[in-house]
């Protein structure tokens, strides 16, 4: 003799399971930017300071380099680039073979 067993037995629904509506909106999650600080320290020159940023800085202008070497002097440090990661490594790096004292990465 056969039995078939109804969803019952088993305890199944037997109405039909709706899936969710799917969302057809994407969400973009943007890389985060990365600052490049460079610290005070008792031993590179204003001069020496400011001539980094020109030379490893894109776009640095003498004016602003020069700003900036004065905030690391009086406020113990300055932000002196904000972008990607991986300039913002190379700015870094660039900067420290240089002698500068540099904070590390840290993300905006």
Request: charged content about 20%; proline content about 6%; hydrophobic content about 40%.
């Amino acid at each position: 003799m056969v039995t078939t067993l109804s969803a019952d037995v088993y305890g199944m629904a037997t109405a039909p399971t709706i899936a969710p509506e799917r969302s057809n909106q994407v969400t973009r999650k943007t890389y985060p930017n990365y600052k490049v600080i460079v610290l005070n320290d008792d031993f590179n020159t204003f001069q020496h300071v400011s001539e980094c940023l020109m030379k490893y800085i894109p776009g640095m202008s003498g004016d602003r380099a020069w700003d900036l070497t004065n905030q690391v002097h009086y406020e113990g440090q300055a932000i002196v680039w904000v972008g990607p990661q991986e300039p913002a490594e190379l700015y870094h790096q660039q900067l420290r073979r240089a002698g500068l004292t540099m904070a590390p990465l840290e993300a905006a």
